[in-house]
């Protein structure tokens, strides 16, 4: 927890970057923040987020793209060395890969590079936490989701690029030695949360009298997962860091981290209507391509590895993000 040993959160002015964030400043630790500041969705909120972060002494932030190896190179020697690296900058977003592909090979593939260089070359090196997501699983059908399942069938380049990080990672411990965790994350929810998402979007539509669009005909099941299961899960691991067990076991590992319930889209818009006080006018649509009807994590070895146990349903969380959807949009 000292000045000397600060924690690297990149993608800290994104959701749930910024949400660790706080949680780790909360505890004491020095944090570092990094960000593009990318145009993906309305940039103001990002900045919103970091004048929250900036209420805390032991929070900095740098501005800078994690593909940049000269630009990383000198927050590491000007801000670190980081031994300890919350991975979470990325080109988000299933849908948006199938417009903008090169964004995520850049932000995704060659960021995680980038990064895994970083660390290799971080003297104590202790753990790389980073993110994955699902959406790795494609189309799988046995439910729940285990990390033991086939994941090579991605069903969109998001999914590809996340799964390529998970594959790197894995060479990167076996050859360096570096301690590496990857966190699938099961569709994630809450208070400063990700416009591009359905709760955002749907509340809007919702608040602004317009089409809600519902894809599948409102026939898909999420796990969604409150931020602050999320975080909690996240810094779990972080403090969990994975051994090296014998030569052909490197100290690496990916684990699921979702709510361990599949619910059903309309029984969430139920709930955002309630809340809003107002019916939704739906437009019932056929699926997007890149989507997957349902996901269900199995978190089996979360709770093993690192005392993970999810506390908050859909019933509670979501009235939490209407509220703070309100209060920040003073509707
Ligand atoms: N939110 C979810 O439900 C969910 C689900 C699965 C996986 N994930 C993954 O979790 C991570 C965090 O997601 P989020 O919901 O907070 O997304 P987010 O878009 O809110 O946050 C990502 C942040 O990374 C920054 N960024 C993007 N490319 C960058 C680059 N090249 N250099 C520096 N910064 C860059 C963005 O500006 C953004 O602030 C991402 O890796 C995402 O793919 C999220």
């Not at 960000?35 to 209420?55: A, H, P, S, T």
């Not at 949360?193 to 009298?209: C, N, Q, S, T, V």
């Not at 139920?270 to 699926?287: T, V, W, Y």
């Not at 978190?299 to 993000?321: A, D, H, K």
Request: with cysteine.
């Amino acid at each position: 927890m000292t000045k000397d040993n600060p924690i690297l959160v990149t993608g800290a002015a994104g959701f749930i970057g910024f949400n660790t964030a706080i949680r780790l400043l909360q505890r004491g630790e020095h944090v570092v923040g990094l960000d593009n500041l990318n145009d993906y969705y309305d940039v103001q909120l990002k900045k919103d987020r970091l004048q929250e972060l900036d209420n805390f002494e032991n929070f900095s932030f740098v501005k800078g793209d994690i593909s940049d190896r000269e630009g990383l190179t000198k927050i590491w020697s000007e801000k670190g060395p980081f031994r300890r690296v919350i991975h979470l900058a990325a080109q988000a977003g299933v849908r948006y890969s199938l417009e903008d592909p090169y964004s995520y090979i850049n932000s995704n593939c060659m960021g995680h590079l980038t990064i895994m260089e970083m660390c290799r070359h971080t003297e104590n090196f202790e753990h790389l936490v980073y993110a994955s997501s699902s959406s790795v699983y494609g189309g799988n059908e046995k439910m729940p989701f285990s990390v033991k399942d086939e994941v090579c069938k991605p069903s969109s380049l998001y999914a590809a690029t996340k799964r390529s990080c998970e594959l790197m990672s894995y060479s990167y411990a076996h050859l360096y030695n570096i301690a590496q965790t990857g966190l699938r994350f099961f569709t994630v929810y809450g208070p400063w949360g990700r416009p591009d998402m359905a709760l955002f979007i749907f509340a809007k539509a919702i608040a602004e009298g317009k089409k809600l669009p519902v894809f599948n005909n409102g026939d898909m099941k999420r796990d969604f997962t409150y931020i602050d299961d999320i975080v909690t899960g996240v810094i779990g691991c972080l403090d969990n860091p994975p051994q090296r067990v014998n030569e052909k076991t490197p100290p690496q590992r990916v684990l699921n981290i979702g709510n361990t319930k599949s619910e059903k889209l309309m029984d969430f818009i139920h709930i955002i209507e309630k809340e809003m006080g107002k019916k939704a006018d739906i437009e019932f649509l056929p699926m997007q391509p890149g989507d997957v009807k349902e996901t269900y994590a199995d978190v089996t070895e979360t709770t093993e590895l690192t005392g993970y146990e999810p506390t908050t349903p859909i019933s509670v969380g979501v009235p939490r993000f209407i509220d703070w959807f309100k209060s920040y949009y003073k509707i």
